[in-house]
């Protein structure tokens, strides 16, 4: 069994900055992609950025020169770093994998951008 465990959510002003982190642990051999995903209340949940084994990434339009996903793959973990942020990016963030063929999500973090 995997467990991703998330940090580094909360409270910023839009413009501000945030990191978050993801831990793989388990039998989290042979990770194929880690990253990110975010979700409010009553839409579905999407895409924010995303790499592979092969180092690379996809990002949404939305985040695109804004945020930077990054890992480490000695450690199982994955960073996500939030700059320039707005309040539309206002969302629970969850930590995705996909190892073998499962999916495996994280417990999910709150990211609040308000003034």
């Known amino acids: 069994q995997v467990q991703l465990v998330e940090s580094g959510g909360g409270l910023v002003q839009p413009g501000g900055s945030l990191r978050l982190s993801c831990a793989a642990s388990g039998s989290a051999f042979s990770i194929k992609t880690m990253g990110w995903y975010r979700q409010v209340p009553g839409k579905q949940r999407e895409l924010v950025a995303v790499t592979n084994s092969d180092g690379i990434k996809n990002f949404a339009d939305s985040v695109k020169g804004r945020f930077a996903i990054s890992r480490d793959n000695a450690k199982n973990m994955v960073h996500l770093q939030m700059n320039s942020l707005k309040p539309e990016d206002t969302a629970v963030y969850y930590c995705?994998?996909?190892?073998?063929?499962?999916?495996?999500w994280g417990q999910g973090t709150q990211v609040t951008v308000s003034s």
């Open positions: 995705y994998a996909y190892i073998y063929t499962n999916h495996y």
